[in-house]
């Protein structure tokens, strides 16, 4: 879809993505990019919402891409099913990926289909050996069909299995050695988990190995208080709150500064609103780079 | 397991529950149901925002309450979400509390053709000098051959769906109170730039217009019909970009 031209153009961006905080692609925003050319790290969209062969969606994106570094998040390859990725989506994936060159390509440790159904959630999996070994064998098809490394987000779970037989940072830890992907740190995501589970964030930020970290995410949640169990619920639709601003804070200080998105899909306010957040972010890393002197380089 | 995971969203099913951890079947149920709640949710707002002038008809929470069965029944077999509701109009046809609005089904069907041609890859148009210079060049315009983009097709509407989907999409120049709905139209469905978009034509339009589709040279085309206006069906079809070649025969 894209030119060769195109594709050059947005090749002095990763340094941008570097250096300043990024956020997501949402099509209500596509005039006023392209009419006002806010300057901030780079765009994300989801994979699945861009797979068509034309439309509003492609033509945009093909223009914003000459402009801005763009990061991809597959949001639809089941990483975490128990059945075998479905190639077909794979490819089209890889098709995205070659036509636009994002300086990140994530997925989640999650899955969403299962007996020919697609469930449109990201769904848990059990922390055991089984759901590892499967799990590492999608990734690593992943990366062999991708052709690079891709990132795996960390998820935000409402219940926990029975017969998990270790935490989730150790199941993560694991994935990473042994296929050589990387870590989307989602920050919020953590938040909700924690909550949701009764453990400390901080011990989960603290429990991951810094140099795999390739990307933070910063979200909004809600809270359902629900007298039964209250509960967090990742829904992608508030601005972030406080306590994700603290976590975030700590995991700048403690595994360093990486390219980091500010994540909206509900609920859109102006863009304007998610640039002042990404400016915040960009505050708080210039601050964590000035005291850590932190020269990691994507 | 992850069937026993599917069946409890889908079908209320517990025997899922003995996996998760929780100090009571509540607190279990509680926990499942922000999955189950989600999907529903994102699924029925998807179909609402595939099949917007069908919400529109039947009412926010009536359309809700359909989607919510249609979703049960029918979960997406594909990661894109675009894609989701191919059988939705067929779903509705059956769906007893519709079957007052005979002309819904068709109505949902125009709006998801409306949506895929819209996914679909554009087509290059000719541009208004290279249809004049064809036409000032041809030896006879009536052995000229006009191609229309592939995506290019006639519905014969037995309902006016086409007139209640521009009614929606352009409330301020089309009043939706003079619609008779019983009223049977032929539409011309098309992708022009970017978004798949539907024109009502007059009958002498849609036998000529499926002419063209059929390889027919311009003089055989043009239907026998005093009602027939070749200027101006040919300006609406330069007008709305569908022209895609002209050749000689």
Not at chain 2, 15 to 38: P, Q, T, W
Request: aromatic residues 8%.
């Amino acid at each position: 879809m894209l030119s060769s031209s195109t594709s050059s153009q947005g090749a002095s961006a990763p340094s941008s993505l570097t250096q300043k905080t990024g956020v997501s692609l949402k099509p209500s925003y596509y005039n006023e990019i392209l009419n006002n050319r806010p300057e901030l790290g780079f765009f994300e969209i989801h994979a699945e919402n861009y797979l068509s062969q034309g439309g509003p969606a492609r033509h945009f994106l093909q223009h914003i891409r000459a402009h801005y570094a763009v990061t991809i998040h597959g949001v639809g390859l089941s990483i975490g099913g128990e059945t075998p990725l479905d190639t077909a989506h794979l490819k089209r994936v890889a098709q995205l990926v070659h036509d636009v060159q994002p300086a990140i390509f994530s997925e989640h440790l999650a899955w969403s289909t299962h007996d020919n159904a697609f469930m449109n959630d990201l769904l848990p999996v059990a922390y055991d050996q089984a759901t590892l070994n499967r799990v590492c064998e999608h990734i690593d098809q992943l990366q062999s069909t991708l052709k690079r490394q891709v990132l795996i987000e960390n998820p935000s779970t409402y219940f926990e299995f029975q017969h998990s037989d270790r935490s989730e940072t150790d199941f993560i830890r694991e994935m990473i050695k042994r296929t050589g992907c990387g870590l989307l740190l989602d920050i919020n995501n953590i938040e909700v988990s924690c909550f949701n589970h009764g453990g400390n964030p901080y011990e989960y930020i603290n429990a991951c190995s810094a140099e795999t970290v390739g990307q933070f995410h910063l979200a909004g949640h809600t809270l359902d208080n629900n007298p039964i169990v209250p509960l967090k619920i990742d829904s992608h639709d508030q601005p972030i709150c406080h306590n994700v601003w603290d976590l975030y804070q700590h995991a700048l200080t403690t595994i360093g500064d990486r390219p980091t998105l500010i994540e909206r899909d509900g609920n859109l306010p102006a863009l304007t609103e998610l640039l002042a957040e990404a400016q915040y972010a960009d505050t708080l890393r210039a601050i964590a780079r000035r005291e850590k002197r932190d020269e990691y380089v994507l | 397991m992850n069937t026993s995971f599917k069946a409890a969203l889908f079908h209320q099913s517990n025997a899922f529950y003995e996996n998760i951890k929780g100090h009571s079947e509540d607190e279990k149920a509680a926990r499942f149901n922000v999955y189950r709640n989600n999907i529903f949710v994102s699924l029925i707002d998807t179909l609402a925002d595939i099949f917007p002038v069908t919400q529109t008809i039947v009412g926010e929470d009536f359309f809700r309450a359909m989607a919510r069965v249609y979703v049960q029944k029918h979960p997406p077999k594909s990661a894109i979400i675009s894609d989701y509701g191919d059988d939705f109009a067929a779903f509705i046809r059956d769906f007893e509390p519709a079957q007052g609005l005979a002309f819904l089904s068709d109505l949902a069907a125009l709006e998801f053709t409306l949506l895929a041609l819209t996914n679909t890859q554009e087509h290059t148009s000719l541009k208004g000098e290279q249809i004049s210079a064809a036409f000032h060049n041809a030896d006879d315009p009536a052995r000229l051959r006009l191609s229309l983009a592939s995506s290019t097709h006639i519905v014969a509407a037995p309902y006016a769906i086409g007139s209640i989907y521009l009614a929606h999409k352009n409330p301020d120049s089309i009043s939706l109170a003079n619609i008779q709905v019983e009223k049977s139209e032929y539409l011309l469905i098309s992708k022009s730039n970017l978004y798949g978009d539907c024109h009502i034509v007059s009958q002498p339009e849609a036998i000529f217009i499926r002419h063209l589709l059929q390889g027919k040279i311009l003089g055989e085309a043009i239907p026998d019909d005093d009602h027939f206006g070749l200027g101006v069906s040919l300006a609406k079809l330069i007008d709305w970009q569908l022209l895609t070649n002209i050749s000689n025969a």
